[in-house]
């Protein structure tokens, strides 16, 4: 089957099936790298990096010269005409021009998403904000695999900036489509955002158990465990087991996955230093821990600052060095994929089986509603020219839009009809359900309906507890 053409923006991009036949490749490849380097001749790959990166860009880069192919690069927005005002589909229009395949990293989340749609020529998402980092996930679960031989009923500890930690929201999709169990330890304050959540739930169909709602007490040493995530097959249902499994349970994982403060993604800085002074630190004395010693792989992404002690380097269990190295033949089989060089070997009989996407309905006018979330690509001066705001309404009580971009969510206020008198209501009323989904109009605030001259109806300030 070919994957030639294809674009990764996010995990959800690839099947579990693809997903292991670029395993397979790149064990195939790394057995012997000596024989690839004529399998991507004559391609160039186009590496845009706007924000600080090492392993990304360089193994990238690596993979694509093992191969035979060329480079082209450019990792200085300064050095670009988007520093001019260019927009990123121009740009993306013009090196999809030059270029066979690119990988973008940008600090715009769903930038790579514009990448796709202008380019022409397969598009990798190497980062985009605190969004997604698929690239990282296949370089994790590629060691999961190789160290733990399967991935089901696996359980990982995802510790650290779960907010802003792109690699983590990837991660935890792809943990829950290949049946782990994963473990919610968040930095204070720095919980998964709603969308990754609600994902988890209606998306992939597993059970969140919030710690608050578990009866029972686990001793926390630095940070609470926030939530346990159980996917539909897992042998482990939770819920049913006495609180003494549940202690159990809690209480050891096979793979802590540490990340870093994302400082950078911090506003303002203040803010930063307050949560860096409480974040959690993975040291052989925590190890030694009795929750902690049945601990079999230490991860990172890396870079590491200082949540994850150099005295870890020594144990066996530490693999961050490995996902790092791993990172050069899982994206010499990706681009071999994309580029149309390889094709996956999966039997006929097992079809891809992709996330069930849930048709939500689509709402998209070029006024009223926007997405809020300030580092969206879709509201940034230069891009919001061409860009017009599309979200999935996901849910209605209360009214809940996912912007296609960033997939943050929103909770619009009011809601109007096309069709009708220039009239607003409160979204939380009767209206919702009444007027017809092509003549929807949302607003995010009564300030918006204003300015797009329509005025209050008769239910526009109506509570949801009175409709
Ligand atoms: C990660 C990233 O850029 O999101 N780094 C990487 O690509 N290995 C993690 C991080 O920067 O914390």
């Known amino acids: 089957m070919s994957m030639a053409n294809r674009n990764l923006v996010t995990i959800d991009d690839l099947s579990n099936e693809e997903i292991e036949a670029v395993f397979s490749l790149a064990d195939e490849m790394s057995d012997s790298m000596n024989e690839q380097s004529s399998v991507c001749q004559g391609k160039i790959m186009a590496t845009l990096f706007f924000e600080p990166s090492t392993r990304t860009r360089l193994s990238f880069e690596a993979a694509m010269l093992r191969l035979g192919g060329r480079v082209i690069t450019a990792v200085d927005v300064g050095a670009t005409s988007l520093a001019k005002g260019e927009s990123i589909a121009d740009m993306a229009r013009v090196v999809g021009s030059y270029a066979d395949i690119i990988v973008i990293r940008h600090p715009w989340e769903g930038a790579a998403k514009v990448v796709t749609d202008y380019a022409g020529v397969p598009v990798i998402n190497a980062g985009d904000g605190g969004h997604e980092h698929p690239t990282q996930t296949l370089c994790d679960l590629y060691t999961l695999k190789k160290e733990r031989q399967t991935i089901k009923g696996l359980k990982v500890a995802l510790w650290g900036d779960l907010k802003y930690g792109r690699t983590v929201h990837s991660l935890t999709y792809a943990l829950a489509r290949f049946g782990a169990i994963i473990h919610f ?10 969308h990754v959540l ?6 992939y169909r597993g059970k969140l158990e919030k710690y608050e709602d578990l009866n029972h007490r686990v001793k926390e040493r630095f940070f609470p465990l926030d939530a346990i995530y159980i996917t539909p097959s897992s042998p482990h249902q939770l819920t049913m087991m006495p609180d003494v499994s549940i202690q159990i349970e809690v209480r050891t994982a096979d793979a802590l996955y540490v990340t870093r403060l994302q400082r950078e993604r911090h506003a303002p800085v203040a ?29 990172h992404p890396l ?7 150099y005295e870890m380097d020594a144990d066996p269990r530490s693999m961050y060095f490995k996902q790092a190295a791993r990172g050069v033949p899982i994206r010499m089989a990706l681009l071999a994929l994309l580029l149309g060089a390889k094709e996956v070997d999966i039997p006929a009989e097992k079809q891809p089986t992709f996330v069930k996407k849930i048709d939500y309905r689509v709402y998209n006018r070029d006024f009223g509603v926007r997405c809020q979330n300030p580092n969206c690509v879709s509201v940034q001066e230069t891009e919001k020219r061409y860009i017009a705001p599309e979200f999935k309404i996901v849910a209605t009580k209360p009214l809940t839009l996912r912007c296609v971009y960033c997939e943050h969510e929103i909770h619009p206020q009011y809601i109007a009809s096309s069709e009708k008198n220039k009239r607003y209501h409160s979204a939380d009323s009767f209206m919702l359900g009444w007027i017809k989904p092509e003549h ?8 918006e309906a204003r300015d797009n001259r329509f005025s209050p109806g008769q239910y526009a300030h109506i509570s949801a507890g009175r409709r």
Do not use: C, H, Q, S
Request: negative net charge; hydrophobic residues 30%; glycine residues 8%.
């Open 198 to 203: 609600r994902k988890l739930t209606t998306e």
């Open 303 to 309: 870079p590491r600052i200082d949540e994850l002690a």
């Open 440 to 447: 929807l109009i949302i607003f995010n605030t009564e300030e």
């Open 271 to 299: 803010e930063g230093e307050g949560l860096k002074k409480d974040y959690p630190v993975v040291d052989k004395k925590l190890l030694k821990e009795k929750e902690f010693k049945g601990t079999k792989l230490v991860m």
């Open 185 to 194: 330890r968040p930095g204070p304050g720095l919980e998964l955002p709603e």
